[in-house]
């Protein structure tokens, strides 16, 4: 059972940057994938971005280019780099993993992620 723990949420203004940490209770170098969504008030939890465990990334649209995704193996750690954040970025964060299904899986949404953070609110405004 990995426990997944999510910090550095919170206010910041528009055009502003955050750094989002997800903590495991155990490795996850075994672990295929690794995601970040997030759910807005009202609205559905969307995946925000995902990574393999041989560094391959993939984004959400509105994320990419703008969102970066890392693992730290030896960590045991996740981090969703933001920047250029926008009001409609506010949502609670939530990290996942997932080590059943392969990548692909869960990029696709096949399947779903096994293992769940508590979330961590981010609220871009002025």
């Known amino acids: 059972q990995v426990q997944l723990q999510e910090s550095g949420g919170g206010l910041v203004q528009p055009g502003g940057s955050l750094r989002l940490t997800c903590a495991a209770s155990?490795?996850?170098?075994?672990?295929?994938?690794m995601g970040w969504y997030r759910q807005a008030p009202g609205k559905q939890r969307e995946l925000v971005a995902i990574?393999?465990?041989?560094?391959?990334?993939n984004y959400a649209v509105n994320a990419k280019d703008r969102f970066t995704i890392s693992r730290d193996n030896a960590k045991n750690a996740v981090y969703l780099q933001m920047s250029s954040l926008k009001p409609e970025d506010t949502a609670v964060y939530y990290c996942?993993?997932?080590?059943?299904?392969?990548?692909?899986?869960?990029?696709?949404?096949?399947?779903?992620?096994?293992?769940w953070g508590q979330g961590t609110a981010v609220t871009v405004a002025e």
């Open positions: 996942s993993a997932g080590r059943v299904f392969n990548y692909w899986e869960y990029l696709r949404g096949v399947r779903q992620f096994e293992y």
């Open positions: 155990e490795s996850i170098r075994s672990i295929n994938a």
């Open positions: 990574a393999s465990d041989s560094g391959i990334t």
